[in-house]
């Protein structure tokens, strides 16, 4: 279908000042880069001579970072440890100047960190360090009670679901009930176990795979991918589902009609964060006044970028609407 780029370019013009909620688990993500000359004698695996190292913040705080870059007003709610990495994590988001007055710590959790050890352009090996353990119910009530405060301050909420704790079933019921009352967008970027969670939001955007575990079907084909699409739209209720395809792009639900949309990537060389930044220019772009249609075509031409980058890598206006203009139709 033709992309109606002065449309996407209207939108995306929009974005600026607009004050989205990210709710969900905060990560730091650690990368080490290195070389391997050769097998360890202790065990049969590769020593990696450490050269380098670098932080990037990821899970629902790489969403908060793809956010910012594009113009928008970000507040994070989550939850680090009182540790070391839970310092340079939030360290991170402050000078991003992201809003982190609703980030609580918990001096008895970890802050989950993951580990990639990277040599010659491989990843060797990935460590995580992280609790996923439901949070106290006293913290979630807290979380809720601020949040009622201060719910007319945000005109979109995210649900970034790692599976670490953030989200569960107290904490969701009320973020839906308070979206549908005011009348606010909320999208999810869902954890495969915990589907039955969010019936009644406006979006959920999983991959495959999370589609495919959370209604017990598999799809060899088109038409099977459409009836994985379609139970979870009849079971769930939301306005739509952005169903993304890895190589074959993403596919888009709502109540009548199904639209394919192929892949805009030219090389995938790192799918981590791909799907944060769908979420973040999806729900972006549905609060500057798109269609869902037009708000999943930004949505893939942004991942499309952000996959042929190492790491958890964000996308701002500039490149956005440049990927644009260069588009044929």
């Known amino acids: 279908m033709k992309i109606k780029k002065e449309n996407l370019k209207k939108t995306i013009s929009k974005f600026a000042n607009k004050r989205i909620l990210v709710v969900g688990d905060l990560i730091l993500d650690r990368h080490v880069f290195g070389q391997v000359n050769r097998i360890s004698p202790e065990a049969p695996v590769p020593v990696v001579w450490a050269k380098s190292e670098n932080f990037k913040a990821g899970g629902a705080a790489n969403v908060g970072m793809n956010l910012i870059d594009l113009g928008a007003q970000v507040t994070l709610c989550g939850l680090t440890g009182t540790d070391e990495f839970g310092q ?18 918990d001096k008895n959790r970890r802050t989950t960190l993951k580990t990639r050890i990277i040599a010659h352009h491989q990843q060797v090996v990935r460590l995580d360090w992280e609790s996923n353990d439901n949070f106290p119910e006293k913290i979630t009530k807290n979380i809720i009670d601020k949040l009622k405060n201060n719910f007319n301050k945000f005109d ?3 649900v970034e679901d790692y599976g670490k704790g953030v989200v569960n079933p107290l904490l969701i019921k009320e973020l839906i009930s308070l979206c549908d009352k005011k009348n606010k967008i909320i999208t999810v970027d869902p954890k495969e176990d915990h589907f039955q969670y969010y019936r009644g939001v406006t979006t959920l955007t999983p991959n495959l795979n999370e589609a495919q575990i959370a209604t017990g079907m598999k799809a060899r084909n088109k038409n099977e991918i459409k009836n994985i699409g379609k139970k979870l739209l009849n079971k769930l209720k939301p306005k739509s589902i952005l169903l993304t395809l890895g190589e074959d792009g993403m596919m888009l639900f709502e109540k009548k009609k199904i639209k394919h949309i192929p892949t805009a ?13 769908v979420i973040s220019l999806f729900t972006l772009a549905l609060a500057s006044g798109a269609t869902s249609f037009e708000a999943a075509q930004i949505a893939n031409l942004g991942a499309g970028s ?4 190492l790491g958890a890598a964000t996308i701002n206006k500039k490149e956005l609407i440049k990927i644009i203009n260069e588009k044929r139709n």
């Not at 402050?94 to 609703?102: I, P, W």
């Not at 952000?306 to 980058?309: H, K, L, R």
């Open 88 to 105: 340079r994590l939030r360290s991170l988001l402050s000078k991003k100047k992201l809003a982190t007055n609703f980030i609580f710590k």
């Open 156 to 158: 979109a909420v995210i």
């Open 265 to 277: 990537a030219l090389e995938v060389y790192d799918v981590t964060g791909a799907g944060d930044t």
């Open 306 to 309: 952000v996959v042929g980058q």
